[in-house]
């Protein structure tokens, strides 16, 4: 190679290293260059913890998040802007438990203002909160747990309030909508008379446990609820144990309303609740269960959903009659248990799951209807008329368990179709004549499967200071058609009474509950509960019978001397020893009875041994509560 060439092949190496040199000069500078925009960047947007007069907040996409207060104020308002910045956001549990702060404003005017998960819950001193118009959920826990909360304000926004968002606020009292939402405030004394807790329009959602434990305190008695027809959804427990709530409405009878479900125990507990409507300080509107079903858009009735809501105030005329449609597709397990409120139940053509105990123990609850359809009626609706045979669908084969125990049926239609009657469904029921005082009307039979049998009659004392027994009453026994099993005693035999017509009867004569004995039919089996909510304290029971059900007894209080005695007439051991093998003599016979001691006395006939004794009194299940003896 030449000296020429050599030298051109050097410069053209020279030449390549410079222009990589620049090239990675370049690149260096871009990047630092892209580093630096990116700090000024997250400098701006996405800064961890800043601070301006006590609210430690972030930036982000140039908004701000409230993440804590360190400030001291007791009324604490949260600007609409920190930093020059938009306060969209309150993050999770950014004020819990500070026991401080008794009143908290948010002037936030964002259109979807968040607050995070408990960020206000266990503030032990918060008394009142106003919470922005932009607010669209008010999320999980969110006030759960202060003591002190009296009043909170939020707009007509709202369209959840998630599940514990307020549970175990015992003081809670109002809740107002804001004027700037179109609500009325906290300002209109007239309007906040008639309802003091009313719930945005656009609120579709109370989730489980919202309101849980809350709304007890003697500072929030007679609370009047203002539902508003957007409602969709009741959860959970949502105002379990909210016992002065007194009504629960909806604005109007014409607007139609959307509530399609009320979860488990939704309401239960709520003791000071009425099955009526507000009229308080002239308010119009209508009782919001009643509404609902009217309108036939309630679905389900959870289990539990009004168990306890026990108030009994309620003059009778005014007790609430619930209409079921085809609509509502189920009522669970004990969602009206011990409801003193309702008068009538009807049942428009419809079927839906009854649960067990539906109406337990709604002692006021006289009527219950079922409806067929016949035509239609001049507006295209559907005409029904009254059954006279059946008070439940004629589809339904098998009454639930406990549906109708305790509760006031007189006229009860029980239906051709229905081929079995669950345990306690249609015990604890008093006797209801006709007009004439002559023929039983709590329950008509139109069914070859079940049959009323009427007892000889007993006598009551004509006056309490009397020991005469003058008064003759009628008592039954409903059972089965062929006179074998009895399912439930109905009547009102008591220790005020006796089974022997004779003035100058003994008092000790009274109580005794002989009228099984020497019957003309064959009896052989007792259901359970049979003898529910009865007030005597002696009874017999033939050798004839040979199966017992459990709680036979339901309902009886025994304390100090108070006893119940119980007599098998059986002679023999091997009666016994049958008895107490297999399924014959439940184990929860003596169940649901109530004794402070030994209250009870299981007595056998025959002299039966020590073993057969024993073998009793290790075998029922109300354990320290009863003694067995020969007699």
């Given at each position: 190679?030449?000296?020429?060439?050599?030298?051109?092949?050097?410069?053209?190496?020279?030449?390549?290293?410079?222009?990589?040199?620049?090239?990675?000069?370049?690149?260096?500078?871009?990047?630092?260059?892209?580093?630096?925009?990116?700090?000024?960047?997250?400098?701006?947007?996405?800064?961890?913890?800043?601070?301006?007069?006590?609210?430690?907040?972030?930036?982000?996409?140039?908004?701000?998040?409230?993440?804590?207060?360190?400030?001291?104020?007791?009324?604490?308002?949260?600007?609409?802007?920190?930093?020059?910045?938009?306060?969209?956001?309150?993050?999770?549990?950014?004020?819990?438990?500070?026991?401080?702060?008794?009143?908290?404003?948010?002037?936030?005017?964002?259109?979807?203002?968040?607050?995070?998960?408990?960020?206000?819950?266990?503030?032990?001193?918060?008394?009142?909160?106003?919470?922005?118009?932009?607010?669209?959920?008010?999320?999980?826990?969110?006030?759960?747990?202060?003591?002190?909360?009296?009043?909170?304000?939020?707009?007509?926004?709202?369209?959840?309030?998630?599940?514990?968002?307020?549970?175990?606020?015992?003081?809670?009292?109002?809740?107002?909508?804001?004027?700037?939402?179109?609500?009325?405030?906290?300002?209109?004394?007239?309007?906040?008379?008639?309802?003091?807790?009313?719930?945005?329009?656009?609120?579709?959602?109370?989730?489980?446990?919202?309101?849980?434990?809350?709304?007890?305190?003697?500072?929030?008695?007679?609370?009047?609820?203002?539902?508003?027809?957007?409602?969709?959804?009741?959860?959970?427990?949502?105002?379990?144990?909210?016992?002065?709530?007194?009504?629960?409405?909806?604005?109007?009878?014409?607007?139609?309303?959307?509530?399609?479900?009320?979860?488990?125990?939704?309401?239960?507990?709520?003791?000071?609740?009425?099955?009526?409507?507000?009229?308080?300080?002239?308010?119009?509107?209508?009782?919001?269960?009643?509404?609902?079903?009217?309108?036939?858009?309630?679905?389900?009735?959870?289990?539990?959903?009004?168990?306890?809501?026990?108030?009994?105030?309620?003059?009778?005329?005014?007790?609430?009659?619930?209409?079921i449609y085809e609509d509502t597709e189920s009522i669970g397990d004990y969602a009206f248990r011990n409801v003193k409120s309702i008068k009538t139940v009807n049942f428009y053509a419809s079927n839906p799951d009854l649960g067990e105990g539906a109406f337990y123990g709604a002692s006021n609850l006289t009527t219950v209807n079922y409806y067929e359809e016949n035509g239609t009626n001049e507006d295209g609706s559907t005409k029904y008329t009254v059954s006279n045979t059946t008070s439940l669908s004629p589809e339904l084969t098998s009454i639930p368990s406990l549906l109708f125990y305790g509760s006031g049926l007189n006229g009860f239609k029980l239906g051709s179709t229905v081929t079995s009657?669950?345990?306690?469904?249609?015990?604890?029921?008093?006797?209801?004549?006709?007009?004439?005082?002559?023929?039983?009307?709590?329950?008509?039979?139109?069914?070859?499967?079940?049959?009323?049998?009427?007892?000889?009659?007993?006598?009551?004392?004509?006056?309490?200071?009397?020991?005469?027994?003058?008064?003759?009453?009628?008592?039954?026994?409903?059972?089965?058609?062929?006179?074998?099993?009895?399912?439930?005693?109905?009547?009102?035999?008591?220790?005020?009474?006796?089974?022997?017509?004779?003035?100058?009867?003994?008092?000790?004569?009274?109580?005794?509950?002989?009228?099984?004995?020497?019957?003309?039919?064959?009896?052989?089996?007792?259901?359970?509960?049979?003898?529910?909510?009865?007030?005597?304290?002696?009874?017999?029971?033939?050798?004839?019978?040979?199966?017992?059900?459990?709680?036979?007894?339901?309902?009886?209080?025994?304390?100090?001397?108070?006893?119940?005695?119980?007599?098998?007439?059986?002679?023999?051991?091997?009666?016994?020893?049958?008895?107490?093998?297999?399924?014959?003599?439940?184990?929860?016979?003596?169940?649901?009875?109530?004794?402070?001691?030994?209250?009870?006395?299981?007595?056998?006939?025959?002299?039966?041994?020590?073993?057969?004794?024993?073998?009793?009194?290790?075998?029922?299940?109300?354990?320290?509560?009863?003694?067995?003896?020969?007699?």
């Amino acid at each position: 190679m030449t000296e020429g060439s050599k030298s051109e092949n050097g410069k053209k190496k020279l030449s390549t290293r410079s222009i990589a040199m620049i090239i990675m000069v370049v690149i260096l500078v871009v990047a630092v260059i892209a580093v630096a925009v990116a700090l000024i960047v997250v400098s701006e947007f996405n800064v961890s913890r800043k601070e301006e007069g006590g609210f430690v907040y972030s930036l982000s996409h140039g908004q701000a998040t409230i993440l804590e207060y360190t400030g001291e104020d007791v009324n604490v308002v949260i600007p609409d802007e920190l930093g020059g910045r938009p306060v969209v956001a309150v993050a999770e549990k950014a004020f819990y438990k500070n026991g401080q702060i008794s009143s908290i404003t948010i002037e936030s005017d964002a259109d979807n203002f968040t607050i995070g998960a408990q960020a206000f819950s266990d503030m032990d001193s918060l008394v009142s909160v106003v919470l922005p118009d932009g607010l669209k959920t008010i999320p999980s826990r969110a006030f759960s747990g202060c003591d002190s909360l009296t009043e909170v304000t939020m707009g007509n926004g709202v369209e959840s309030i998630e599940e514990y968002a307020f549970s175990e606020c015992p003081t809670l009292a109002n809740i107002y909508i804001s004027t700037t939402s179109g609500g009325k405030g906290s300002g209109d004394s007239d309007y906040n008379t008639s309802y003091n807790m009313t719930m945005p329009s656009s609120l579709k959602t109370i989730g489980n446990f919202a309101f849980y434990r809350s709304i007890t305190a003697s500072s929030a008695t007679t609370r009047k609820i203002l539902f508003n027809a957007a409602l969709t959804t009741i959860g959970q427990s949502a105002f379990d144990g909210c016992n002065r709530i007194a009504f629960i409405d909806y604005a109007d009878a014409d607007t139609a309303v959307s509530l399609t479900e009320i979860g488990n125990n939704a309401f239960y507990g709520c003791t000071s609740l009425r099955f009526v409507k507000n009229t308080t300080g002239g308010a119009s509107g209508v009782f919001f269960l009643t509404k609902a079903l009217d309108d036939r858009v309630l679905e389900s009735i959870g289990d539990g959903a009004f168990d306890g809501c026990n108030y009994s105030s309620t003059a009778s005329s005014n007790r609430a009659v619930l209409n079921i449609y085809e609509d509502t597709e189920s009522i669970g397990d004990y969602a009206f248990r011990n409801v003193k409120s309702i008068k009538t139940v009807n049942f428009y053509a419809s079927n839906p799951d009854l649960g067990e105990g539906a109406f337990y123990g709604a002692s006021n609850l006289t009527t219950v209807n079922y409806y067929e359809e016949n035509g239609t009626n001049e507006d295209g609706s559907t005409k029904y008329t009254v059954s006279n045979t059946t008070s439940l669908s004629p589809e339904l084969t098998s009454i639930p368990s406990l549906l109708f125990y305790g509760s006031g049926l007189n006229g009860f239609k029980l239906g051709s179709t229905v081929t079995s009657i669950g345990d306690g469904a249609l015990s604890a029921l008093t006797v209801s004549k006709d007009s004439k005082g002559e023929e039983l009307t709590t329950i008509k039979i139109n069914n070859e499967n079940f049959a009323i049998y009427k007892l000889a009659p007993y006598y009551t004392k004509e006056t309490t200071s009397s020991g005469y027994y003058t008064e003759s009453n009628d008592h039954y026994l409903l059972m089965s058609a062929d006179m074998t099993v009895i399912y439930s005693y109905i009547g009102a035999f008591s220790d005020n009474a006796t089974s022997v017509y004779n003035e100058s009867v003994n008092q000790s004569r009274a109580g005794q509950f002989r009228f099984l004995q020497n019957l003309d039919i064959n009896i052989t089996s007792i259901r359970a509960y049979a003898f529910a909510e009865t007030d005597f304290s002696y009874i017999w029971l033939p050798e004839k019978l040979t199966s017992f059900g459990a709680n036979m007894f339901n309902g009886k209080i025994l304390k100090g001397d108070d006893m119940l005695y119980i007599t098998f007439e059986g002679k023999t051991a091997d009666y016994y020893n049958t008895l107490l093998s297999g399924d014959n003599l439940s184990t929860e016979f003596l169940s649901g009875i109530e004794a402070d001691g030994e209250n009870v006395v299981i007595r056998l006939s025959g002299s039966q041994s020590s073993d057969v004794l024993d073998s009793f009194n290790s075998y029922f299940t109300l354990t320290g509560r009863y003694t067995t003896i020969n007699i």
